[in-house]
């Protein structure tokens, strides 16, 4: 049998549920759509309360997107074992987890915020990019990546985050074919870079050497072969004068 009496939260408490009724809300529409009112009455409490924790709905936002950010963020994290292709299919499935379910508040969050981004909305942004470069570097094992493999981790996190950002729009291509799609994506820009450099090759083939004979980066090597007969053969003029070295 209840009383009737509601709880009185401490003020961290009150914080973290405001947060939490705010990022639900910025998750299904635009952070401009979305009132003070509706987050009071979300959260069971009056619009002044609400301005007694957050002096403003900016800074309402910023918390929620700080939550946003940091558990996006800690999609890209996965146990160093196995080979590098299915831990990347994991990590997609888990990013994706996140887009589907924060749809709203990931585009936001992308975007840099309501009425044109804000200098802490572009923080948090680009500390979720970080998080995600320095996981990849770190299951490539490379303690001092080359520049040629920043760019290409740096590209296919950009590369991610915008087919994100289409997906959402109209969902036009099966959600687990794109995160497969996307984990053959940075094998094929690692690749190319790998075919300009001795260090990329270096990594990559030790890298391809780990890699199960089911597992995605060898889809992708069958899928491209389907490609090769109709391919035009490359004239003797354009062909590498020297093997890589």
């Excluded at 999609?75 to 589907?100: K, N, Q, S, T, Y």
Aim: net charge neutral; aromatic share 6%; with cysteine.
């Amino acid at each position: 049998m209840t009383t009737g009496v509601r709880r009185r939260m401490g003020v961290e408490e009150r914080r973290a549920q405001l947060i939490g009724v705010a990022l639900e809300l910025f998750s299904h529409r635009s952070p401009d759509d979305v009132s003070i009112d509706e987050i009071a009455a979300a959260a069971g409490i009056s619009r002044p309360l609400v301005y007694h924790y957050f002096p403003g709905k900016r800074s309402l936002y910023e918390a929620a997107l700080k939550r946003a950010a940091d558990e996006l963020a800690a999609r890209f994290l996965e146990a160093h074992e196995g080979p590098l292709g299915a831990r990347l299919i994991r990590v997609m499935h888990r990013f994706f987890d996140f887009v589907e379910e924060h749809g709203q508040g990931f585009a936001a969050l992308m975007r840099g915020g309501p009425a044109g981004g804000s200098s802490t909305a572009n923080a948090l942004v680009d500390g979720v990019r970080q998080a995600a470069y320095t996981q990849i570097i770190a299951h490539l094992g490379v303690p001092h990546p080359p520049a040629r493999l920043e760019l290409v981790v740096r590209s296919w996190v950009s590369l991610a985050e915008s087919t994100a950002l289409l997906w959402l729009d109209g969902r036009c291509i099966p959600r687990a074919e794109l995160e497969l799609q996307l984990v053959h994506d940075f094998a094929a820009l690692a690749s190319v870079s790998a075919a300009y450099d001795q260090e990329m090759a270096g990594i990559m083939l030790r890298v391809f050497a780990q890699e199960p004979a089911d597992g995605p980066f060898d889809e992708l090597l069958k899928r491209l072969a389907v490609l090769a007969p109709a391919a035009p053969g490359v004239p003797p003029q354009r062909r590498p004068v020297q093997p890589l070295r």
